[in-house]
């Protein structure tokens, strides 16, 4: 059997599969997170042992004498410091605190940023969450030994081992992503050496081996622990996205178009994120949007429904009205790169009713995608199908604007969970079996929804319009 351990922002999920990759159990345990000023998102790593504690607790009521390999997957780009005797020096600052936003902009008018990592510097990012600290906290970045990312926090407590692995290297503004390793010079121009980051290996590798005392703990032998992956890579190996032309939509709160690579083609203009994969030799990009589900959701409050009966009520597929939303509630990631960006809904009339309304929001969010699928297509990535997960999927109107709007089939899995626990155990099986890509295949497919043909040009003519829309509401929200 193999565990997969998923690191989120809100809670520890935990699976055991066995040999056929079957779900044997799951087990969750809650995160909070901390807020102490504005634009401030903070967590304690010792939660996140004490969570891991509680699932693995859960998990072995099955036996877990069966165990081999351990992967790992967590919310990426986390900066975990630790003094030479690994002591936690500060709650983690999270991927979605901006309190470095100075400090990244600096970093990101620096050209060999994006040169050497194929990435703009957004303020999520961990090199400027140091820089902020060696500017506001001297006394704490003198005593700085090690910076992990949060799972890889979670590696050290499972194995003794300072490891982490390049999907989630990739994200820290410290990694040069074409040749998968730490950049000497990007840890000199900020102030770092390549002793304090951990040693590297590729996610399906072995990072260490559990420490005994663990495994007498939960009834384990000679467990080993997997190099694991990022959030959104960890994803994309657990739904088979991990060859050329392979991708997912991820219908969540925020949105993301996730494409598998077998080159390294970053453009840092276009806003997209340019990883290392968790597989050897593979690479990915997203475009992010930063509302999705989200979107739907506040306008569900406003008209004081629920997102599930305004997605329900809207029959066929329609071709797009005069009404068009912006998505952009709290700024925009791909390809605007812009935090002050606000969202708006334009083109109402008598006739706007709240279908229409419903209608419009969708449009909007799938435009913002269709923004993604040309910043990806701007680099030479070609979708020939898409995967479609997250709670949005659930809406059979969303699906088809979505194949239709994108030109690109949808392909819905059969019901399951298919995120991060599940690539994180597959990575671990790949590490404890030898075995390779072939393990991450893809979910069953329930159906297939196919672009809507006699609707193209009315969608195209739509996103015409959303993007000029685009471009009046940008100049107006500086």
Same mark, same amino acid.
């Given at each position: 059997?193999?565990?997969? =351990?998923?690191?989120?922002?809100?809670?520890?999920?935990?699976?055991?599969?066995?040999?056929?990759?079957?779900?044997?159990?799951?087990?969750?345990?809650?995160?909070?997170?901390?807020? $102490?000023?504005?634009?401030?998102?903070?967590?304690?790593?010792?939660?996140?042992?004490?969570?891991?504690?509680?699932?693995?607790?859960?998990?072995?009521?099955?036996?877990?004498?069966?165990?081999?390999?351990?992967?790992?997957?967590?919310?990426?780009?986390?900066?975990?410091?630790? #003094?030479?005797?690994?002591?936690?020096?500060?709650?983690?600052?999270?991927?979605?605190?901006?309190?470095?936003?100075?400090?990244?902009?600096?970093?990101?008018?620096?050209?060999?940023?994006?040169?050497?990592?194929?990435?703009?510097?957004?303020?999520?990012?961990?090199?400027?969450?140091?820089?902020?600290?060696?500017?506001?906290?001297?006394? =704490?970045?003198?005593?700085?030994?090690?910076?992990?990312?949060?799972?890889?926090?979670?590696?050290?407590?499972?194995?003794?081992?300072?490891?982490?692995?390049?999907?989630?290297? &990739?994200?820290?503004?410290?990694?040069?992503?074409?040749?998968? #390793?730490?950049?000497?010079?990007?840890?000199?121009?900020?102030?770092?050496?390549?002793?304090?980051?951990?040693?590297?290996?590729?996610?399906?590798?072995?990072?260490?081996?559990?420490?005994?005392?663990?495994?007498?703990?939960?009834?384990?032998?000679?467990?080993?622990?997997?190099?694991?992956?990022?959030?959104?890579?960890?994803?994309?190996?657990?739904?088979?996205?991990?060859?050329?032309?392979?991708?997912?939509?991820?219908?969540?709160?925020?949105?993301?178009?996730?494409?598998?690579?077998?080159?390294?083609?970053? #453009?840092?203009?276009?806003?997209?994120?340019?990883?290392?994969?968790?597989?050897?030799?593979?690479?990915?990009?997203?475009?992010?949007?930063?509302?999705?589900?989200?979107?739907?959701?506040?306008?569900?409050?406003?008209?004081?429904?629920?997102?599930?009966?305004?997605?329900?009520?809207?029959? $066929?597929?329609?071709?797009?009205?005069?009404?068009?939303?912006?998505?952009?509630?709290?700024?925009?990631?791909?390809?605007?790169?812009?935090?002050?960006?606000?969202? &708006?809904? =334009?083109?109402?009339?008598?006739?706007?009713?709240?279908?229409?309304?419903?209608?419009?929001?969708?449009?909007?969010?799938?435009?913002?995608?269709? #923004?993604?699928?040309?910043?990806?297509?701007?680099?030479?990535?070609?979708?020939?199908?898409?995967?479609?997960?997250?709670?949005?999927?659930?809406?059979?109107?969303?699906?088809?604007?979505?194949?239709?709007?994108?030109?690109?089939?949808?392909?819905?899995?059969?019901?399951?969970?298919?995120?991060?626990?599940?690539?994180?155990?597959? =990575?671990?099986?790949?590490?404890?079996?030898?075995?390779?890509?072939?393990?991450?295949?893809?979910?069953?497919?329930?159906?297939?929804?196919?672009?809507?043909?006699?609707?193209?040009?009315?969608?195209?003519?739509?996103?015409?319009?959303?993007?000029?829309?685009?471009?009046?509401?940008?100049?107006?929200?500086?």
């Amino acid at each position: 059997m193999y565990i997969g =351990l998923d690191l989120g922002t809100s809670g520890l999920k935990g699976i055991l599969i066995d040999d056929n990759q079957k779900v044997v159990a799951e087990a969750t345990a809650p995160l909070t997170v901390q807020r $102490p000023h504005e634009g401030w998102s903070e967590q304690e790593p010792s939660s996140w042992i004490a969570a891991a504690e509680t699932v693995l607790d859960k998990l072995a009521a099955q036996g877990l004498g069966a165990v081999k390999g351990i992967g790992l997957s967590g919310h990426m780009h986390g900066a975990t410091v630790l #003094d030479k005797s690994d002591q936690v020096l500060r709650p983690c600052i999270l991927w979605n605190d901006t309190r470095s936003h100075e400090e990244a902009a600096e970093m990101d008018g620096d050209p060999i940023f994006r040169r050497v990592t194929g990435n703009i510097v957004f303020p999520g990012f961990t090199a400027p969450k140091l820089a902020w600290m060696r500017k506001h906290e001297p006394a =704490l970045w003198d005593k700085v030994a090690m910076v992990l990312l949060p799972k890889d926090f979670l590696r050290l407590w499972l194995t003794g081992e300072h490891v982490g692995e390049m999907s989630d290297a &990739a994200g820290t503004a410290w990694f040069d992503t074409g040749a998968r #390793d730490w950049s000497d010079d990007l840890l000199a121009a900020a102030g770092l050496t390549r002793a304090q980051m951990p040693r590297l290996v590729e996610g399906s590798q072995v990072s260490g081996v559990l420490r005994g005392e663990l495994a007498s703990r939960w009834g384990m032998g000679n467990v080993v622990v997997a190099g694991g992956g990022g959030d959104n890579a960890a994803s994309g190996v657990g739904v088979g996205v991990v060859k050329a032309g392979q991708a997912f939509v991820s219908l969540g709160t925020s949105g993301v178009l996730f494409a598998a690579n077998d080159g390294y083609q970053p #453009d840092p203009a276009t806003a997209v994120h340019t990883f290392c994969h968790a597989l050897p030799n593979t690479w990915h990009q997203m475009g992010v949007i930063l509302a999705a589900t989200d979107a739907l959701n506040w306008y569900a409050g406003l008209v004081g429904q629920t997102a599930a009966t305004l997605t329900g009520e809207l029959g $066929p597929l329609q071709a797009p009205g005069k009404g068009l939303f912006l998505p952009y509630l709290g700024g925009e990631r791909t390809p605007l790169n812009d935090a002050a960006i606000r969202g &708006a809904l =334009l083109g109402l009339e008598h006739q706007t009713d709240r279908a229409a309304g419903t209608r419009a929001v969708l449009e909007g969010v799938t435009y913002a995608f269709r #923004d993604s699928r040309d910043a990806l297509a701007a680099t030479g990535t070609k979708l020939e199908n898409v995967l479609a997960v997250g709670g949005g999927s659930r809406s059979d109107y969303w699906l088809k604007l979505i194949a239709t709007a994108l030109d690109v089939p949808v392909q819905l899995p059969v019901a399951g969970d298919f995120g991060g626990a599940l690539g994180a155990a597959r =990575l671990g099986l790949m590490a404890a079996t030898g075995a390779g890509a072939e393990v991450a295949t893809m979910p069953p497919i329930a159906r297939v929804i196919e672009p809507d043909r006699a609707l193209t040009s009315a969608f195209d003519a739509g996103h015409a319009r959303f993007r000029a829309a685009q471009k009046a509401i940008q100049a107006l929200s500086h």
